[in-house]
């Protein structure tokens, strides 16, 4: 027997319940599509081949392929005439695949590697023709029931809609996965009928097809039933994203890392989090994001393909591809956008927005400032209320801010501009010219003071009285 192993992905149907524009395995869950999920688990049995049945958006979906699989290959089902249908136009697109072949549906993303792993071992082992991978439910309505003889030898498959009183009350399920011996499937595919309640080729008729054929056929019994679970609509989404959240938290937390509230943290499978890191409630990490250890995230914190540093701390912030330095700290309420590099021990307080930003080493802009397209130098303290101008109405200009300098509260840096090394800026400056070195740029009107204007154009209001009461001035009540 060849030692060959390939994957058969079914994702031609559209998804009707779903009401989406969007086919079905398109739809994510924490960090992949449904199908993308599906291609990563059947990564461990190193197939040599994987092949995606599409045919509903088959368009959106290979471009999906594209981005996430490039080696799978897709082969097109123009009418979705059936499970059995799907395999055997994958199986004639591909006449030279020989040992096994995994069948699976590109809507059941909870399948576990290790039980694909597990379902391939068994069957080749035991040098099955057919193995289905199998779970015993609760609740099996809709499902494939798995028919078994005395001796619990599987003998069929029967569908909801096919089967007897006797078949229904059976909690044994098909999960829709199977390991075949290429050469059998492609023999009993041909033998397929419609002749069931829907019409249509039944994979599931393999498992019966060829055990009469005097093949052997067997079953894998998942542990964990809800591996099994399948999409159809939008509250199925929202359970399988709730259980998928559960296992990469529970994950988590047994690797070392804190939640305090795991019901509320969203972690998608492809961020990484070091052990001691802590989580605090209403956090979402997503996308490319890792976090390093004693690292303090939330409340309420959204981080998208960033970047966290050891020992930095994110406050009720909002970060998308930024690169937070260790010991940083953000927030709370910071919007760190594309390109914000924050150095170690920098810090960006409340209120802060950045972007496409270099901030030095122990640099800090504390509260209420923009950041866009600049370099700050290590320890510059950008005050409160500055905001870096670089946007002309057509381009985006850079502004560099030196080292150790010092931006006073409330001044306006109009790009391209730079504030040298060691420079001051005076409080509600605006700045057009560069700062050299060490000097302090004050760019504002001088204060003026034009004396008694109060007494004399407001005479008996409470600011002349208050003034009166200051002057000292005598017949003032001090009511
Ligand atoms: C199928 C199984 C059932 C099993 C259940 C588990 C069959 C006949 N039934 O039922 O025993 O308990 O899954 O969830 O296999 N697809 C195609 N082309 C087609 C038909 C389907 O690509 O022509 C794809 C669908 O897009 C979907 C998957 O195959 O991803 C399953 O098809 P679906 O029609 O949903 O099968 P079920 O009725 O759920
Ligand atoms: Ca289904």
């Known amino acids: ?30 960090g992949r599509t449904l199908v993308g999920h599906v291609l990563r688990s059947v990564r461990a049995i190193r197939p040599e081949r994987r092949i995606v049945v599409v045919g509903a958006a088959a368009d959106q979906v290979r471009a999906h392929l594209a981005e996430v699989a490039p080696e799978a290959d897709t082969v097109f089902q123009d009418k979705q005439l059936g499970t059995g249908h799907a395999v055997r136009i994958a199986m004639d697109a591909n006449p030279d695949l020989k040992g096994t072949v995994l069948v699976a549906f590109g809507d059941a993303p909870l399948l576990r590697a290790a039980s ?40 069929r498959n029967v569908e909801h809609r096919d089967a007897d009183l006797t078949e229904l009350a059976i909690r044994e399920i098909n999960s829709g996965t199977f390991a075949c011996d290429a050469d059998v499937l492609r023999e009993q595919l041909d033998r397929l009928s419609t002749a069931n309640d829907q019409g249509e080729y039944y994979l599931t008729d393999i498992i019966e097809l060829a055990r009469e054929a005097g093949h052997t056929v067997g079953a894998v019994v998942v542990d964990d039933p809800t591996e099994t679970l399948g999409c159809n609509d939008r509250a199925q989404l929202a359970e399988l994203r709730r259980i998928l959240q559960g296992r990469i938290n529970t994950e988590l937390m047994k690797s070392g890392v804190t939640m305090d509230d795991p019901a509320t943290t969203w972690i998608d499978a492809t961020v990484k989090v070091a052990p001691d890191v802590l989580i605090h409630p209403g956090v979402q990490l997503k996308g490319a994001t890792a976090v390093d250890s004693g690292a303090e995230i939330g409340p309420d914190t959204t981080l998208t393909d960033t970047i966290v540093g050891a020992g930095a701390e994110v406050v009720r912030s909002h970060a998308t591809q930024a690169h937070i330095g260790e010991g940083a700290h953000v927030g709370p309420f910071a919007h760190l956008r594309p390109a914000s590099k924050l150095a170690e021990r920098s810090k960006i307080g409340a209120f802060v927005e950045t972007k496409n930003l270099e901030m030095g080493a122990g640099a800090k802009a504390a509260h209420l400032a923009y950041l866009g397209d600049a370099t700050v130098g290590a320890d510059a303290n950008i005050g409160c209320g500055v905001i870096v101008a670089n946007y002309d109405g057509v381009k985006k200009h850079h502004t560099e801010i030196g080292e150790g300098a010092f931006l006073g509260c409330d001044s306006v840096l109009v790009a391209p501009v730079s504030v040298g090394d060691g420079a001051y800026v005076a409080a509600g ?50 009511a």
């Open 1 to 30: 027997m060849s030692s060959e192993r390939s994957a058969i992905i079914l994702a031609a149907g559209l998804g009707t319940r779903m009401k989406s524009t969007k086919p079905k395995v398109l739809h994510e869950v924490l």
């Open 116 to 155: 694909i792993a597990e379902l391939v071992e068994v069957h080749e082992k035991k040098g099955n023709a057919v193995t289905v991978l199998t779970a015993v439910v609760d609740d099996p309505t809709g499902l494939g029931r798995i028919v078994r003889d005395n001796e619990g030898n599987v003998l």
């Open 429 to 478: 400056s605006t700045i057009v010219k560069d700062v050299e070195p060490g000097d302090l740029a004050v760019a504002r009107a001088r204060q003026a003071a034009l004396e008694d204007w109060v007494a004399r154009k407001r005479p008996g209001t409470v600011s002349d009285k208050a003034a009166r009461r200051a002057k000292g001035e005598a017949g003032v009540s001090e």
